[in-house]
């Protein structure tokens, strides 16, 4: 007879503490599983910690014919059918008790992988959740770092949806740096993407995960100083200029009305596109929310004219923003000749002239920050640049 088989320990994990792992033959004969035929499927139920996991095993028995976790002797071809069930049960104790000899955390995910036969295929999304988890339990990080993290995990997740750690090659890595890139992110921005992605392959490198370490053939992105150079007014007015007096036309006339609307919200160019003005303004309310932070950011007309004027003048024109990166720096050299304006204008100047503009009129550095969707850090370079961070510290001795 072949005995019921049921495989029990306890994996310590540093994520999971003593998750006891239990494998067993089962059927579920509830009303939904039983076919017309009268018969439900017979699957191995791995239950690890408060998870559990229904593995098929292509074979189907009536209710009456099972029990004590097998098919009962009298059945036809019962001894064999048991053994085959037997030896798929020991095929996935086996590989779990192997990984874990070898020092490999065990976790839900793992034991999927294993029992689809994709032992190498682990979900890179579903590992990094766990992973921020633990720095999360372990106040590992600030929190404005772990919540930029996860900006970038999600940010990773609609490049590619179903990447696994094994995925992660030096190659992939190259290819989703020129797509940040493509995608108007800073040098500097893609570094915090990277930091991520490794982070959660040197975690699972440590605890044998996987074999290969990707980052050891890949250099990283070295951080770069930024021309933090940013429009005076007069500057912005000769912009504005150019629009009224000057009538520009096509490109022209669209690159510089959606470089003051930059200039003037903070957006980033890689939301230009979605600017809509039936869809952003209400009730004399401009709203966005980023591609890059997901983060909703809501700004009252009424107290900023310029805005008002810009987002006035793109819906008087009925101006839409389909144009590419590249084309929009390129633009932006002609305006600058234009102009006259003695700096080189890109995109990025946009954003930090609004971030200047902004403390100008009052705003703090942390509401600087959460309209940018950059980090404090950041808004404080800015304000240590114009001077505006002493300027800021006397304006509040004399309003007290």
């Not at 009536?62 to 097998?70: A, F, T």
């Not at 912009?239 to 903070?266: H, M, P, R, W």
Request: glycine share 4%.
């Amino acid at each position: 007879m072949v005995k019921c088989v049921l495989k029990q320990y306890v994996c310590v994990s540093k994520c999971v503490s003593k998750m006891a792992i239990t494998i067993r033959p089962i059927i579920r004969d509830t009303e939904k599983r039983i076919a017309k035929d009268g018969k439900c499927p017979i699957e191995i139920c791995i239950t690890a910690g408060r998870s559990r996991i229904y593995i098929k095993t292509g074979r189907k028995i009536e209710p009456e014919n099972w029990g004590d976790g097998k098919i009962i002797k009298s059945y036809p071809n019962s001894v064999l059918l048991n053994g085959i069930i037997s030896k798929r049960v020991n095929e996935i104790d086996a590989e779990i008790l192997k990984r874990e000899m070898a020092g490999q955390i065990i976790t839900p995910e793992i034991i999927k992988a294993i029992c689809s036969n994709k032992t190498n295929s682990v979900n890179f999304y579903e590992y990094a959740n766990m992973v921020l988890q633990e720095m999360e339990d372990l106040q590992k990080n600030k929190e404005e770092t772990r919540r930029l993290y996860k900006i970038q995990r999600e940010k990773l997740k609609d490049y590619a949806p179903n990447l696994t750690i094994t995925d992660i090659s030096p190659e992939w890595l190259t290819k989703y740096q020129k797509h940040l890139l493509l995608d108007g992110d800073s040098n500097n921005y893609t570094i915090q993407a990277f930091k991520l992605i490794r982070i959660i392959c040197g975690h699972a490198f440590e605890n044998k995960v996987i074999t290969y370490y990707p980052f050891d053939d890949w250099t990283f992105p070295a951080y770069k100083s930024v021309d933090k150079s940013y429009l005076v007014e007069s500057e912005r007015q000769a912009l504005k200029d150019l629009l009224v007096k000057n009538k520009l036309s096509g490109t022209l006339q669209l690159i510089t009305a959606f470089f003051l609307l930059e200039c003037y919200s903070g957006i980033r160019h890689s939301d230009w596109h979605k600017f809509k003005v039936e869809k952003i303004v209400d009730d004399e309310q401009f709203y966005l929310s980023t591609t890059k932070t997901k983060e909703r950011i809501s700004i009252p007309l009424a107290y900023y004219p310029d805005l008002k004027w810009i987002v006035d003048y793109i819906r008087d024109h009925d101006l839409s923003y389909k144009l590419s990166l590249e084309e929009a720096n390129r633009t932006l050299k002609s305006v600058q000749i234009l102009a006259g304006i003695d700096k080189k204008l890109t995109t990025h100047i946009g954003r930090h002239t609004a971030g200047t503009m902004l403390l100008e009129l009052g705003l703090s550095i942390e509401e600087v920050a959460l309209q940018l969707g950059v980090s404090k850090k950041v808004v404080e370079t800015y304000a240590k640049i114009t001077g505006l961070k002493l300027k800021l510290a006397y304006k509040r001795l004399q309003l007290k």
